[in-house]
């Protein structure tokens, strides 16, 4: 599994740091390890596409 991303952060304790930050920024918990987002998909322009953390952006168009 590929570890919790944070842009700038140097190691794991300050990346739990920064994501416990951004969540105060934002005015709610930060979520547990259990519960965040590792990947999404979704429907642009009519193709598929994944976004995963770690991962190079993968779509598809089919017709």
Do not use: N
Not at 48 to 54: C, F, L, Y
């Amino acid at each position: 599994m590929v570890a919790f991303f944070v842009p700038r952060a140097s190691d794991d304790e300050q990346a739990e740091r920064l994501y416990d930050a951004l969540a105060e920024f934002a005015g709610c918990e930060p979520a547990a390890p259990a519960d965040r987002v590792r990947a999404i998909d979704f429907t642009h322009d009519g193709a598929q596409w994944r976004a995963e953390v770690g991962e190079e952006l993968r779509g598809r168009r089919t017709t």
